[in-house]
């Protein structure tokens, strides 16, 4: 079965401030997709990222970069200059890699992210 | 660039009526999946489907059905409504080929309350 923790309910950090929500990982298949979405206040789940189980590469787009471990079944997301617009639930997810791409993601518990003026 | 439409974006419904909830994937879509989102909840998995055919499935209560039809949309049939069905339903559409492959793009949801 896959799970994945998310065990920071809630975050609390000043504009400016880095910021790195943490994400960690169990699942029996070799092969498999991690995600990060964001679901602002409004209500839509926004997607982020996706990363390969084979590609440990990190990534940077602007102010997010992540950071997959699959020694440590991370998957760590990190927020730098952090901005009110920032503040959301983010959610990490998994899901199995198949020829078919239509198997569900299993989701964290979410972490919620408020970042003060 | 299009997104996944769902609609009704919101639907109130009485205890035991049934509810019919609607998805159209992005264009070129073949794959779309039902989430159940409770209030301060993570999203649920409930079913897939792949050109057409039920795909995966996951915590879909029996009293909910659904299909995708000859054009890639999608319905989410829920009857005998009880008010624990009280949530956000997502709709999310992803393709199978190119570089966007697998990634699930989710709709606005509908806010479905059961009074």
């Known amino acids: 079965a896959q799970k994945v923790t998310q065990a920071q309910t809630e975050i609390s950090v000043v504009e400016k401030e880095d910021v790195t929500l943490d994400c960690v990982y169990e699942t029996r298949d070799t092969t498999y997709y991690l995600f990060w979405y964001k679901q602002p206040p409004s209500g839509e789940l926004v997607f982020l990222i996706r990363r390969n189980s084979f590609d440990e590469q990190n990534e940077i787009s602007g102010r997010y970069s992540w950071n997959f471990q699959k020694s440590t079944s991370s998957f760590n997301f990190t927020i730098t200059a952090s901005q009110v617009v920032d503040s959301a639930v983010y959610f990490c997810?998994?899901?199995?890699?198949?020829?078919?791409?239509?198997?569900?993601?299993?989701f964290g518990k979410g972490t919620h992210l408020i970042i003060q003026p | 660039a299009a997104g996944v439409i769902q609609s009704p974006r919101h639907l109130i419904k009485e205890k035991r009526e049934t509810a019919t909830l609607k998805c159209y994937p992005i264009p070129r879509h073949d794959t779309v999946y039902w989430y159940q989102q409770g209030p301060g909840q993570d999203p649920q998995f409930l079913i897939s489907?792949?050109?057409?055919?039920?795909?995966d499935k996951g915590s879909i209560p029996d009293r909910f059905s659904a299909q995708q039809f000859s054009d890639y949309h999608s319905e989410l049939n829920m009857s005998s409504l009880e008010l624990g069905d009280s949530a956000l339903y997502f709709c999310?559409?992803?393709?199978?080929?190119?570089?966007?492959?697998?990634?699930?793009?989710f709709g606005a949801g509908t806010r479905l309350s059961v009074l």
């Open positions: 489907f792949y050109e057409k055919m039920q795909s």
């Open positions: 997810a998994l899901s199995e890699f198949t020829g078919g791409g239509a198997d569900g993601l299993t």
């Open positions: 999310a559409s992803s393709k199978t080929g190119g570089t966007a492959k697998n990634i699930q793009y």
